[in-house]
Every structure is written in structure tokens, then in C-alpha cells.
């Protein structure tokens, strides 16, 4: 069986996430989404409210669960019985972080493999990032995320729409 997780802090998720959820699904027999803890950031929204969101986004894909984590993902693996690490990239800019990653993950342990998918090109520009910064402004987050976390969103930023 060939279980992938797909990382990161989803914080908050944006359409560009779901497509490569519903994309890498369908390469392989599991995909886990694996929500990062970490305790340095100071994130949006709390790791519960993240992973209920995408457990809300996902709960029509057979194949995918979602999941918490925090420390090494290589170590989170191990106790997943996961060998494979789905990333998205955007821009060349992300490839080499991405691959720099991919390396010292296999370094750590020769069993994970990465696959990188290029992003749907009606969300290369689109990051959480960017979704934060336009909703404490007030600004339109429509095309960035699925329209039930909309409120939600501006409601971190006491802004009423």
C-alpha cells in the first residue's frame, strides 16, 4: 500500500490546498493530511480549528484522513507507515526549498521518496500568506477559499462582512 502524507500548516486552507489534496489522491492508495503543531508559530487559526476544517473539505475522498503532528516529519512517518511526502510548488523559488528538504528527509531516512506536483496555474500565486494578509485588511478572500470558512476568516480579525 502506498500511503503519502501531504504537510503542512494550513493555516489557513485555500483552494490551492484542496487541489492538491484531490489531485495527489488519486496517485496514491492513502493520503494522509498531516497538520503541523507548531508551537513557534503563531498561527490563525488553533491546530483543532485546522484540522476540523480540512477533515470538513476532505470527508468526500475515501482515501484521505487527517491528521495532527508536531516534531520531525520523517520521525512522523515512521509511526504511520508512510514512505512518501507529497509537495506542491508554485514558483522555482519553492523548488529549492522544497528540494533541499526532500534531500535531508531522505538523508534521514532512504525509505521517503517526495513528490512535488506543479500547482494548478489558477493558484501558482495563491498562499495562506497571502489569504491572511487580505482579510486583515478586509479585503475580497472569495477566489482564495472555500466560501464556509469566509466568516470564519474575517472573524479572527474582528471584521464583520
Do not use: C, W
Not at 511526502?85 to 534521514?108: C, M, P, S
Not at 489569504?131 to 464583520?160: M, T
Amino acid at each position: 500500500m502506498k500511503r503519502a502524507i501531504y504537510p503542512g500548516s494550513f493555516d489557513p486552507m485555500t483552494f490551492g490546498h484542496i487541489d492538491m489534496i484531490e489531485r495527489s489522491s488519486k496517485i496514491v492508495d492513502e493520503l494522509v493530511v498531516g497538520v503541523l503543531n507548531n508551537s513557534a508559530k503563531n498561527s490563525l487559526f488553533s491546530l483543532d480549528e485546522r484540522v476540523s476544517m480540512i477533515k470538513e473539505m476532505t470527508s468526500s475522498i475515501p482515501n484521505v484522513t487527517v491528521a495532527s503532528f508536531d516534531g520531525l516529519l520523517v520521525d512522523y512517518m515512521k509511526e504511520i507507515d508512510a514512505t512518501i511526502i507529497v509537495r506542491g510548488l508554485r514558483a522555482v523559488t519553492d523548488f529549492e526549498y522544497e528540494l533541499q528538504i526532500a534531500q535531508t528527509n531522505h538523508v534521514e531516512n532512504p525509505d521517503v521518496e517526495t513528490i512535488f506536483l506543479t500547482t494548478n496555474l489558477k493558484y501558482s500565486y495563491l498562499s495562506s500568506s497571502v489569504v491572511r494578509e487580505f482579510a486583515s485588511y478586509g479585503g475580497d478572500i472569495s477566489k482564495f477559499v472555500p466560501e464556509q470558512f469566509i466568516e470564519r476568516i474575517y472573524a479572527k480579525y474582528n471584521i464583520i462582512k
